[in-house]
């Protein structure tokens, strides 16, 4: 009789709840890089500052935009490691900038998933790169609509592929012309700060509470004992 009730609690509960892949900086930096870009376009990284506190809520990580040409702020990513396949998922994240981000013209910031390679990248719509100093939420649907592939990609890995797979995933900072080196990373007059929070992808919709299901189960069981008794 024990399996039987076991079986019927599993029906009753049905299958576990997917678990969301969020990293909330609450406990330090969780291997994320900093990268900086200068004028020829060599790039550079080292490990995310971390705050503790001040996050949304809790901790977060920070880099910041100084006034040089040849050290712009350019992205914070983390290894594709971390989040495992995105297909079909929602990426999100929690954004901040402090100060005033002045260049380039038009500065805005995207989503970017890169193959291991690090040779095919695909990028996401924008949003502004100045909250003036407020959090801001923002979200985008990981599918071949919604991304965009850089135009020097060797085409060797599709988006598919790298979204299934991704070697690298994170938040790039440019005004959308990846065209030029000049418009790769940001500069500020007045010492900007740009910070993130609760990146990864959440949780999907909730299954049924089990209470919904919980008349039916019961009644079920009540079947079971009785034909249980009669064997």
Same mark, same amino acid.
């Given at each position: 009789?024990?399996?039987?009730? &076991?079986?019927? &609690?599993?029906?009753?509960?049905?299958?576990?709840?997917?678990?969301?892949?969020?990293?909330?900086?609450?406990?330090? %930096?969780?291997?994320?890089?900093? +990268?900086?870009?200068?004028?020829?376009?060599?790039?550079?990284?080292?490990?995310?500052?971390?705050?503790?506190?001040?996050?949304?809520?809790?901790? +977060?990580?920070?880099?910041?935009?100084?006034?040089?040409?040849?050290?712009?702020?350019?992205?914070?990513?983390?290894?594709?490691? $971390?989040?495992?396949? &995105?297909?079909?998922?929602?990426?999100?994240?929690?954004?901040?900038?402090?100060?005033?981000?002045?260049?380039?013209?038009?500065? %805005?910031?995207?989503?970017?998933?890169?193959?291991?390679?690090?040779?095919? +990248?695909?990028?996401?719509?924008?949003?502004?790169?100045?909250?003036?100093?407020?959090?801001?939420?923002?979200? $985008?649907?990981?599918?071949?609509?919604?991304?965009?592939?850089?135009?020097?990609?060797?085409?060797?890995?599709?988006?598919?592929?790298?979204?299934?797979?991704?070697?690298?995933?994170?938040?790039?900072?440019?005004?959308?012309?990846?065209?030029?080196?000049?418009?790769?990373?940001?500069?500020?007059? %007045?010492?900007?700060?740009?910070?993130?929070?609760?990146?990864?992808?959440?949780?999907?919709?909730?299954?049924?509470?089990?209470?919904? &299901?919980?008349?039916?189960?019961? $009644?079920?069981?009540?079947?079971?004992?009785?034909?249980?008794?009669?064997?």
């Amino acid at each position: 009789m024990g399996v039987l009730v &076991l079986l019927v &609690l599993v029906i009753m509960l049905g299958p576990a709840a997917a678990h969301a892949c969020v990293e909330t900086f609450d406990s330090g %930096n969780a291997g994320w890089t900093t +990268y900086s870009i200068n004028s020829t376009g060599y790039v550079t990284g080292t490990g995310s500052s971390f705050s503790s506190t001040g996050g949304n809520p809790g901790g +977060y990580i920070f880099g910041n935009v100084g006034n040089s040409s040849d050290n712009r702020l350019y992205s914070f990513e983390v290894s594709g490691t $971390a989040t495992g396949s &995105l297909t079909g998922e929602t990426l999100m994240v929690d954004y901040r900038s402090t100060g005033t981000i002045t260049g380039p013209a038009g500065a %805005n910031v995207r989503f970017y998933i890169a193959d291991a390679g690090g040779t095919n +990248y695909f990028f996401s719509s924008a949003w502004d790169a100045n909250t003036g100093g407020i959090w801001t939420s923002h979200t $985008a649907l990981v599918d071949a609509a919604s991304f965009t592939p850089w135009t020097n990609n060797d085409g060797k890995t599709t988006f598919a592929q790298v979204a299934a797979n991704p070697g690298w995933v994170g938040v790039i900072f440019t005004n959308g012309d990846f065209s030029s080196t000049n418009n790769l990373g940001f500069t500020s007059t %007045n010492g900007a700060t740009i910070s993130i929070d609760n990146f990864g992808t959440p949780d999907p919709a909730p299954m049924p509470p089990a209470f919904v &299901l919980f008349g039916p189960c019961i $009644a079920a069981l009540a079947v079971i004992r009785r034909k249980w008794k009669h064997h």
